[in-house]
């Protein structure tokens, strides 16, 4: 199917996150691949991304509606592998004028 059909198939289902949620972590750099598999074992809430393999900084990117259930599995995962979750954050709003 050519990627303008696919878009227009797509658009009917319902409303579409414009921008994924992110979580930022920190584990032990020999415990990312048992990460990763128990991500995926969670059927895949998350992307995963690594930042930085020497520090094992890792990105999870997720939908908005979805966070309630990745932070659920983080805290299970969480019991096999030890893991910081580093909260965003919140930038300054500068009041209109």
Do not use: C, K
Not at 46 to 59: G, S
């Amino acid at each position: 199917m050519r990627d303008g059909r696919r878009l227009r198939a797509s658009l009917g289902r319902g409303p579409v996150a414009v921008r994924a949620a992110r979580l930022y972590l920190h584990l032990p750099s020999g415990q990312v691949g048992l990460f990763r598999f128990l991500l995926e074992a969670h059927d895949n809430l998350a992307l995963f991304t690594v930042l930085d393999r020497h520090r094992a900084a890792v990105r999870l990117s997720f939908p908005p509606d979805r966070e309630a259930a990745v932070r659920e599995a983080l805290a299970r995962i969480a019991e096999e592998v030890p893991l910081q979750v580093v909260e965003p954050r919140l930038r300054p709003t500068t009041p209109d004028a």
